[in-house]
Structure formats: C-alpha cells, structure tokens
C-alpha cells in the first residue's frame, strides 16, 4: 500500500493559519488607519471609517462613523485637544503662583498694620498713664486723693466720686458737704481745659422712687448736669468742652446684690479725654 504524501505547513491540513493571517493583515491595516488619523482629512477618514463599520462591523458597539462613535471619536477629540490642557493647566499654574504671591503681600500689609496699630495704642495708653499720674500728684497736693478714684486706658483718664458723698438719697442737688472738694477738683481740671471733659452720672438698680423722677435714668442723667453746672459757675471751664450724660443702672461696676457693691454704683465719672484720644 503506498504511503499518504504529507503535506506543506499551512496546507488544507492546517486551515487556521489562513484565517489568523487574514485576521492580522486586518488589524495592521487598521492601526495603520488610527495612525493616520491625525493626518488624514476628517471627511475621508470619516468615510473609511463608515466602509469599514459596514463590512466589519468593527463599530458595532458604537455609533456608525467615527465621528459619532464612544472610543474612537472621543479618544481622536482629546488627542487634538490635549495641546490646550496642557497649556490652559500651565496657565492655572501661573495663576496659582500669582495668588500665592498676592496672599503673601496681603498678609504682610496686614501685619505692618497690625503692628502700626499696636504703636500708635502704646502711644495713646503711656499719654494716659503720663496725664493720669498728672493728676494723681495733684489730688494729693490738694488732700482729696482718698475721695477721688483715678484711673485711665488708651482713651481717657477718669476721676470718680461716690454718689453717696455728692447727693443725699434721690436728689440731684449737691451736697454742701462736698463743695469744697469739688472745687478743688474743678481747678484741677483746668490744668487740662484744653480736652474734651466728659461728666457721666451712675445708680444702682434699687428703683427710684422719689416723686421728682420718674426712674434711675433721668435720676442719673440729673445728677450728671448737676456737677456739669457745678464746674461751669464755678471754673473757667469752656462748656463747649464738656458734655454730660446719664447712663442710669446699666454700667455696674459692683455687685448690686450687697449695699457696699450698690454704695459703688452709685457714683460720678469724670472722663478727661487727650490730644491722641481719637487716633
């Protein structure tokens, strides 16, 4: 019997050779194309692209151009418009450093400022402490320290008297009893007549309940034009420098709840304001 002729490679006997061959003569020729792409004028790429889709099917899970499809045409799209991320990141960039830089400035302007407002509150509380020791040397001079408090902030120094000491129990006339020492503090405040003068009148919060006024506020603000008449009949005091007010129970600066912190409440401020005092 003679024997069966063997056959070549890639013969009948071996038929998928033929197919893989087909299969990568495919792909090159469409890598090719993608290659291409960039290139080749849209409206004939588009049209391969739409040859292709009907006899491959090649876009069968997307669109039928490439224009329209998901991978493909997206994937073109960004590829031409990556020149312009790149750039318009490059752009954030600058922009970032610049507000970077513009922050920076800000925070040093505000910290120059912050510092030109710390010299300028110095200032002012060493003009209040140098007038308020003025005046402390003066109250002893004059033997009424023990009858005035004296303190003072970056605003004004204040003088205050008892309201115990000044009026008898809700009247705003002045007692005879403290004449002479209001006098004396009168010429004291002439050293200073050149500032403004601020003369407030204080209770406590027991209410008032004398006929001639109707509550704490108007009882205050009596007493506070009451010394302010005082200063303007009995100094040389210029009135347009001063002013008067009444702020009635509201600004305590003891407990209301004992006679001694209501005997402290109960009380005449003096505000004497200076030159740095609105700066």
């Not at 469409?30 to 292709?52: C, E, G, R, T």
């Not at 009451?226 to 009995?234: D, E, I, K, T």
């Amino acid at each position: 019997m003679a024997r069966k002729k063997k056959e070549p490679d890639g013969g009948p006997g071996q038929p998928w050779l033929n197919t893989f061959a087909d299969l990568m003569n495919l792909l090159l020729c469409f890598f090719v194309l993608l290659f291409a792409a960039s290139s080749v004028d849209k409206a004939k790429f588009d049209a391969i692209a739409a040859s292709f889709n009907s006899t491959f099917s090649i876009f069968s899970a997307g669109s039928t151009a490439i224009g329209d499809g998901i991978l493909i045409s997206n994937g073109v799209s960004q590829l031409n418009e990556l020149d312009k991320y790149i750039n318009s990141m490059g752009a954030m960039a600058e922009n970032d450093q610049s507000a970077e830089e513009f922050d920076s400035e800000e925070n040093l302007e505000k910290e120059k400022l912050a510092g030109s407002i710390d010299e300028v509150e110095a200032a002012k509380l060493e003009k209040s402490e140098q007038l308020a020791e003025q005046i402390e040397e003066a109250l002893n001079e004059n033997n009424i320290a023990d009858m005035v408090e004296i303190d003072f902030n970056s605003q004004y120094v204040q003088l205050s008297l008892k309201g115990a000491i000044l009026f008898n129990s809700g009247s705003a006339d002045i007692a005879d009893s403290i004449v002479p020492t209001l006098k004396k503090v009168g010429m004291i405040l002439e050293k200073y007549a050149q500032y403004e003068i601020e003369i407030e009148g204080h209770t406590d919060n027991v209410p008032e309940r004398s006929k001639k006024f109707a509550n704490n506020d108007e009882l205050s603000s009596a007493r506070a034009l009451s010394v302010f008449y005082f200063f303007v009949q009995n100094t040389n005091l210029d009135p347009a420098m001063m002013k008067h007010t009444g702020r009635g129970e509201y600004m305590p600066i003891a407990d209301n709840s004992t006679s001694e912190g209501r005997d402290r409440n109960r009380r005449v401020e003096i505000k004497i304001y200076h030159e740095l005092s609105n700066y």
